[in-house]
């Protein structure tokens, strides 16, 4: 993947894409956002690739790793609270996607909670369920993870074909 790269959004915005080798205080608290528990983020930071989007400040993060040859996982995305839902989010994963298709990737995966507020924003980025672990949040996390009221207990696994 590239170190950065410039693109521009539908209303002609310059976006600046960052990789970055270590999570820095600065993007932690968004880090937190996308997995609330610490030491699940430190399990696969230290050998995924961290990735910031810029447009006027920081706005989204993403954390990338290999899983095998030709498969990558989407790992964390979160984007600044008051810039949800205005396409940051969207603009990330096209450029994952793209940077993955350009090192040979040919699937990309996310998991996530079993969330009303995720899976159809991952949906509308062109992801299909692949499949399911079941109770992940409840065995693996120190706490109960609630996403809109609901309590989380499934990962569920969606891939993109790249």
């Known amino acids: 993947m590239c170190s950065s790269t410039r693109i521009r959004d539908r ?5 600046i894409f960052a990789e970055s080798s270590r999570a820095s205080g600065t993007f932690y608290p968004l880090l937190l956002l996308g997995d609330e528990q610490e030491d699940m983020i430190d399990r696969y930071l230290d050998r995924g690739t961290l990735l910031a989007l810029y447009d006027g400040g920081l706005r989204a993060v993403c954390v990338v ?27 990330m994963v096209r450029h994952v996607a793209g940077a993955c298709r350009t090192v040979g990737g040919t699937c990309l995966l996310v998991g996530t ?37 609901r309590l989380l207990s499934d990962m569920v696994y969606l891939s993109m074909e790249l």
């Open 11 to 15: 209303e002609a915005q310059a976006w």
């Open 65 to 91: 790793t290999k899983e095998a040859p030709g498969v990558f996982e989407i790992k964390n995305l979160a984007v600044e609270p008051a810039f949800q839902r205005q396409g940051y989010g969207r603009a």
């Open 113 to 149: 909670g079993d969330s009303a507020l995720t899976l159809p924003f991952y949906r509308a980025c062109g992801f299909r369920e692949s499949h399911r672990v079941p109770n992940f949040f409840l065995q693996f996390y120190d706490h109960p993870i609630y996403e809109g009221g």
